[in-house]
């Protein structure tokens, strides 16, 4: 079981900039893949970004070159920079992981918290 609270959002103007975070806790053995999801209004929930344990990533082309994803396993917490916001990244940002009870046991995916809104508006 995990538990996942996401932070950091807020209102900002065409290209400003904001760090999301997301705080991991409850009971696990190790995190594996760490991502950020979006939902704009009237939209499909979106991948943006992922990493590996090893720090290895990947983003929505969407997102390229403007985000950045990291991970500090020590405090069991990713982070999201957002840079040169567009009003198009308007929508609730959410982190989830995939996560192992046991050194060799059975991976499963987190349940979704709140989310933590960000607005791009002049």
């Known amino acids: 079981q995990v538990q996942l609270v996401e932070s950091g959002g807020g209102l900002v103007q065409p290209g400003g900039s904001l760090r999301l975070s997301c705080a991991i806790s409850?009971?696990?053995?190790?995190?594996?893949?760490m991502g950020w999801y979006r939902q704009a209004p009237g939209k499909q929930r979106e991948l943006v970004a992922r990493?590996?344990?090893?720090?290895?990533?990947n983003y929505a082309d969407s997102v390229k070159g403007r985000f950045t994803i990291s991970r500090d396993n020590a405090k069991n917490t990713v982070y999201l920079q957002m840079n040169t916001l567009k009003p198009e990244d308007t929508a609730v940002y959410y982190c989830?992981?995939?996560?192992?009870?046991?050194?060799?046991?059975?991976?499963?995916?987190?349940?979704w918290g709140q989310g933590t809104q960000v607005t791009v508006s002049s």
């Open positions: 409850g009971t696990f053995f190790s995190i594996n893949i």
């Open positions: 990493i590996t344990r090893d720090g290895n990533t």
């Open positions: 989830n992981v995939d996560y192992q009870q046991s050194r060799d046991g059975m991976r499963f995916f987190g349940s």
